[in-house]
């Protein structure tokens, strides 16, 4: 039977009103947990959590408060996780919803303390947060809690950083950047310090260089986009997420320089490309290695990414979950600046 509520109510901007009705409570065998004031147009709202006294009834708690004059009193059962600060509990949500935006719609109820969250238009007694409409029936949103949830959305919705800082295993500072056709001459430069093993588990073919016009290629994928991964003015990596036939799916493909292999480089690649994919609403990330080549595999569980193999058409299919941790060892702008 729960016994610990959370109610929320007006109460008239009057010295000690506050304090008599948790006089009231009090007599009542009542303990408050928690006190939120809430800021509204116009004045305040009080919202307080209450274990109940053996005996009382949610009815009692609501003529407990109306007896100081307390209006638009709403209660409803409340846990643990209502005796955590709000700011707290904001950002508790961000992280879920980072984490895994299958679980945004949790993240939002959680902010919002509502009763439900769903995808499409709100209805009657539902508001609107982009594509998602929540509901709640003890209290109605309040502005800010609304302003709150919108901020979650932004953070969630926002795109991926197109400069972002990291550290190789070995504590050498990288900027992973999308390539561009400038970039021509220094990818030409890094496919030429890869041996014929790389350059093969790579395109699958014998080559020593890459012809000319497979560069621009390369920097300007028609369907997808390309991340470099530089340390001072070198090109030490190169990846890529190419959309395919399937709409929720694109190819993911890596080239690490040979001294830089094993040393977190291509994870922090493959996270970085795992995020532009979340952004762009992939749910599969798809790669064809030859059979006996495993790196990548092993790249995906040291990014913390899902990832499943099959063999097809002679090669070794590798199916990525673009969702799980972020970058490993982020460095600040500044740090990042100065590798440029």
Same mark, same amino acid.
């Given at each position: 039977?729960?016994?610990?509520?959370?109610?929320?109510?007006?109460?008239?901007?009057?010295? $000690?009103?506050?304090?008599?009705?948790?006089?009231?409570?009090?007599?009542?065998?009542?303990?408050? &947990?928690?006190?939120?004031?809430?800021?509204?147009?116009?004045?305040? &709202?009080?919202?307080?959590?209450?274990?109940?006294?053996?005996?009382?009834?949610?009815?009692?708690?609501?003529?407990?408060?109306?007896?100081?004059?307390?209006?638009?009193?709403?209660?409803?059962?409340?846990?643990?996780?209502?005796?955590?600060?709000?700011?707290?509990?904001? =950002?508790?949500?961000?992280?879920?919803?980072?984490?895994?935006?299958?679980?945004?719609?949790?993240? =939002?109820?959680?902010?919002?303390?509502?009763?439900?969250?769903?995808? $499409?238009?709100?209805?009657?007694? %539902?508001?609107? &947060?982009? %594509?998602?409409?929540?509901?709640?029936?003890?209290?109605?949103?309040?502005?800010? !809690?609304?302003?709150?949830?919108? +901020?979650?959305?932004?953070?969630?919705?926002?795109?991926?950083?197109?400069? #972002? $800082?990291?550290? *190789?295993?070995?504590?050498?500072?990288?900027?992973?950047?999308?390539?561009?056709? *400038?970039?021509?001459?220094?990818? +030409?430069?890094?496919?030429?310090?890869?041996?014929?093993?790389?350059?093969?588990?790579?395109?699958?073919?014998?080559?020593?260089?890459?012809?000319?016009?497979? =560069?621009?290629?390369?920097?300007?994928?028609?369907? $997808?986009?390309?991340?470099?991964?530089?340390?001072?003015?070198?090109?030490?990596?190169?990846? %890529?997420?190419?959309?395919?036939?399937?709409?929720?799916?694109?190819?993911? *493909? &890596?080239?690490?320089?040979?001294?830089?292999?094993? #040393?977190?480089?291509?994870?922090?690649?493959?996270?970085?490309?795992?995020?532009?994919?979340?952004?762009?609403?992939?749910?599969?990330?798809?790669?064809?290695?030859?059979?006996?080549?495993?790196?990548?595999?092993?790249?995906?569980?040291?990014?913390? =990414?899902?990832?499943?193999?099959?063999?097809?058409?002679?090669?070794?299919?590798?199916?990525?979950?673009?969702?799980? #941790?972020?970058?490993?060892?982020?460095?600040?702008?500044?740090?990042? !600046?100065?590798?440029?």
């Amino acid at each position: 039977m729960t016994t610990t509520w959370r109610m929320r109510f007006e109460l008239s901007d009057s010295p $000690g009103a506050l304090a008599r009705v948790t006089v009231r409570l009090a007599a009542a065998d009542c303990n408050v &947990l928690a006190l939120h004031v809430i800021p509204v147009p116009g004045g305040v &709202l009080d919202e307080i959590v209450v274990r109940a006294g053996e005996g009382v009834l949610p009815a009692d708690l609501v003529e407990a408060v109306r007896g100081e004059g307390a209006k638009s009193v709403g209660i409803t059962g409340a846990d643990l996780r209502d005796l955590v600060d709000e700011p707290t509990a904001a =950002l508790r949500a961000a992280r879920t919803a980072l984490t895994d935006p299958e679980k945004t719609a949790d993240a =939002l109820r959680q902010v919002l303390a509502a009763d439900a969250v769903t995808v $499409g238009e709100a209805g009657a007694g %539902q508001v609107q &947060l982009g %594509q998602w409409a929540a509901r709640r029936g003890w209290a109605g949103f309040t502005q800010v !809690e609304l302003a709150r949830a919108r +901020a979650l959305l932004d953070v969630v919705d926002a795109p991926a950083p197109s400069l #972002r $800082g990291v550290l *190789s295993d070995d504590g050498v500072a990288l900027v992973l950047r999308p390539g561009g056709s *400038s970039d021509e001459d220094a990818v +030409a430069d890094l496919h030429a310090r890869c041996s014929m093993r790389t350059l093969f588990n790579r395109y699958h073919s014998g080559m020593r260089t890459v012809p000319r016009r497979w =560069l621009h290629r390369l920097l300007n994928p028609p369907r $997808g986009t390309t991340v470099l991964a530089q340390c001072a003015d070198r090109v030490v990596a190169l990846g %890529q997420l190419i959309q395919t036939g399937t709409p929720d799916c694109a190819e993911v *493909s &890596l080239l690490v320089e040979d001294a830089w292999q094993h #040393r977190g480089v291509g994870t922090a690649l493959l996270g970085a490309l795992a995020a532009d994919a979340r952004a762009a609403g992939y749910s599969e990330l798809v790669a064809w290695c030859l059979p006996t080549e495993t790196a990548l595999v092993r790249t995906a569980a040291k990014a913390g =990414l899902p990832a499943t193999t099959r063999r097809e058409d002679g090669l070794l299919r590798v199916s990525i979950a673009p969702r799980g #941790r972020a970058l490993k060892t982020p460095i600040t702008a500044d740090a990042a !600046e100065k590798t440029r």
